[in-house]
C-alpha cells in the first residue's frame, strides 16, 4: 500500500504564506501528473495544481499566481508553496499520486490531507 503524508497546514492571517508537503513511499514508482487538490467543508474536492515529468506545472484559476508546485529531486516529496492567502484557500488539502505499489498494482492514491486555515 502507497503511503502519502501531507505536512505543513496550519491557521495563518490573510496575507500569509505556507508551504505544504507531501512525502511518499512504499511504491515501486509514481507517474505524471501528480497534483494537490483541496475540499472546503460542503464542497466537492477541487484541483489546484499539477507538477508534470518535464517539471511544468498547471493551476487553477483561483490560485494562479499566488500558489507555486514544487517536487524534490527524487521525486519523492511534493511542495506547494502558497502566497497570498485568502480566506477561500480555506479547506483541507491532498496530494494525489498514480503509482504502482510493491505489489505491482497500479492505482490512484491519496493522502490523509492537511488543514489550512486562513483568517480575514
Known amino acids: 500500500q502507497v503511503r502519502l503524508v501531507e505536512s505543513g497546514g496550519g491557521s495563518v492571517q490573510a496575507g500569509g504564506s505556507l508551504r505544504l508537503s507531501c512525502v511518499a513511499s512504499?511504491?515501486?514508482?509514481?507517474?505524471?501528473?501528480k497534483s494537490w487538490y483541496r475540499q472546503a467543508p460542503g464542497n466537492e474536492r477541487e484541483f489546484v495544481a499539477s507538477i508534470y515529468s518535464d517539471g511544468d506545472t498547471t493551476s487553477a484559476d483561483s490560485v494562479k499566481g499566488r500558489f507555486t508546485m514544487s517536487q524534490d529531486n527524487a521525486g519523492d516529496t511534493l511542495y506547494l508553496k502558497m502566497n497570498s492567502l485568502k480566506p477561500e484557500d480555506t479547506a483541507m488539502y491532498y496530494c494525489?499520486?498514480?503509482?504502482?505499489?510493491?505489489?505491482?498494482?497500479?492505482?490512484?492514491?491519496w493522502g490523509q490531507g492537511t488543514q489550512v486555515t486562513v483568517a480575514s
Open positions: 494525489k499520486l498514480h503509482c504502482m505499489d510493491l505489489a505491482g498494482t497500479f492505482e490512484d492514491y
Open positions: 512504499e511504491y515501486r514508482y509514481c507517474i505524471y501528473p
